[in-house]
C-alpha cells in the first residue's frame, strides 16, 4: 500500500522569504501526487499534480513542485512567500487503474506560519 | 468549484445518537468519498462510491455507514455517535480521466459528540 510522509509538521518563514515543503512518498510503481492547500475553517483546495511528463509542475497561487523518483520526493516550492500563504499544506498520492477507484493516501499536513 | 455541498456545516449531538451527514454533488461525478479529518491525522479515508449502491470501506469505517441511493448524494451515518467520532468530515468527488484522479472537497461538516 501507498504511503506519504510530511516530515515538517510546522514550518514558519519571514514574508517574501522562500519556502519548500517536503513529501516522500511510498509506492511500487509510478504515482500521481498532489498538493493540497487549506486555509483555516476551509476545505482543501488543489494546488497542483503530477501524473506524467515533465517532472516540474506549476501550479495556481505561484507554488511549483518537483518531481524526484530517486528519492521517492515531491517537494512544494515558492521562491517569495507572501502572508496569506499561511495555511496548512497536504501532500496526497494515488494510484493508477480503475480498480483504484481514484482513491488518495494524505500525508499528516505541514502548517506554515508566515511572519511579516 | 466542484459544485459539493454538505450538510449540515455544523452540529452537536450526544453520544449515542444516529448522525446522517449528506453530501451532494451536481456534475454527476461517479466517485465520492469521505474523509475525517484530525489534527496529526491528515485526512483518512472513512468510505467511497464507485457508483449508485457501489460502495467500500475506508481504512476508518469502523463505526460508520454510508448510502448511495442516487448520483449526487452520498450520505454517511454514525450509528451511534461517541466523542472519538468527533471530527471534522469532508466529503470528496473525483474528476479527472479515467486513470488520473484528482479529488475536490467540500466545505466540511464539524461535529461534535457531547
Known amino acids: 500500500a501507498q504511503s506519504v510522509t510530511q516530515p515538517d509538521i510546522h514550518i514558519t518563514v519571514s514574508e517574501g522569504a522562500s519556502l519548500e515543503l517536503r513529501c516522500n512518498y511510498s509506492y511500487g510503481a509510478t504515482p500521481y501526487l498532489f498538493w493540497y492547500v487549506q486555509s483555516p475553517g476551509q476545505g482543501l483546495q488543489l494546488l497542483l499534480k503530477y501524473f506524467s511528463g515533465d517532472t516540474l509542475v506549476q501550479g495556481i497561487k505561484g507554488f511549483e513542485a518537483e518531481f524526484k523518483r530517486s528519492q521517492s520526493s515531491f517537494n512544494l516550492r515558492k521562491p517569495s512567500v507572501h502572508w496569506s500563504d499561511a495555511a496548512e499544506y497536504f501532500c496526497?498520492?494515488?494510484?493508477?487503474?480503475?480498480?483504484?477507484?481514484?482513491?488518495?493516501?494524505f500525508g499528516q499536513g505541514t502548517i506554515l506560519t508566515v511572519h511579516p | 468549484d466542484a459544485g459539493i455541498t454538505q450538510s449540515p456545516r455544523h452540529k452537536v449531538t450526544e453520544t449515542g445518537t444516529p448522525v446522517t451527514l449528506r453530501c451532494h454533488q451536481t456534475?454527476?461525478?461517479?466517485?465520492m468519498y469521505w474523509y475525517r479529518q484530525d489534527p496529526g491525522h491528515g485526512l483518512r479515508l472513512i468510505h467511497y462510491s464507485y457508483g449508485v449502491k457501489d460502495t467500500d470501506k475506508g481504512e476508518v469505517s469502523d463505526g460508520y455507514s454510508v448510502s448511495r441511493s442516487k448520483t449526487e448524494d452520498f450520505l454517511l451515518t454514525l450509528e451511534s455517535a461517541t466523542s472519538s467520532q468527533t471530527s471534522v468530515y469532508f466529503c470528496a468527488i473525483s474528476a479527472g480521466t479515467p486513470y488520473t484522479y484528482e479529488q475536490y472537497f467540500g466545505p466540511g461538516t464539524r461535529l461534535t459528540v457531547t
Open positions: 456534475e454527476n461525478h461517479r466517485y
Open positions: 496526497a498520492v494515488g494510484v493508477a487503474g480503475g480498480t483504484s477507484y481514484g482513491k488518495l493516501t
